[in-house]
């Protein structure tokens, strides 16, 4: 069964920093689009940033020039480093993998992120 574990959130003050880590155990993972995606209370789960594989990262615009995906293929493994981090990016955020086909699309069961003085 493919696993999809984030880690990484936490509490922290706003104008902080913290990198999520999502570790997947896909066999073809190099194979699959990797995104983050974050869930506020009452509010619909929107895309963060999603990176193709052998192609760019893209942002949502509330995150760009804040946030960073990255992926290492030879750990499966993709990251989502978060800067100047501001209360309203306060929300659970998942780790989504899919090949884009409509057959495989998988998650994580998410990480708190809390931005509060």
């Known amino acids: 069964q493919v696993q999809l574990v984030e880690s990484g959130g936490g509490l922290v003050q706003p104008g902080g920093s913290l990198r999520l880590s999502c570790v997947s155990s896909?066999?073809?993972?190099?194979?699959?689009?990797m995104g983050w995606y974050r869930q506020a209370p009452g509010k619909e789960r929107e895309l963060v940033a999603f990176?193709?594989?052998?192609?760019?990262?893209n942002y949502a615009e509330s995150v760009k020039g804040r946030f960073t995906i990255s992926r290492d293929n030879a750990k499966n493994t993709v990251y989502l480093q978060m800067n100047s981090l501001k209360p309203e990016d306060t929300a659970v955020y998942y780790c989504?993998?899919?090949?884009?086909?409509?057959?495989?699309?998988?998650w994580g069961q998410g990480t708190q992120v809390t931005v509060s003085s």
């Open positions: 896909i066999i073809d993972f190099s194979d699959y689009t």
């Open positions: 990176f193709p594989n052998g192609g760019s990262a």
């Open positions: 989504n993998a899919d090949d884009l086909t409509g057959v495989y699309d998988y």
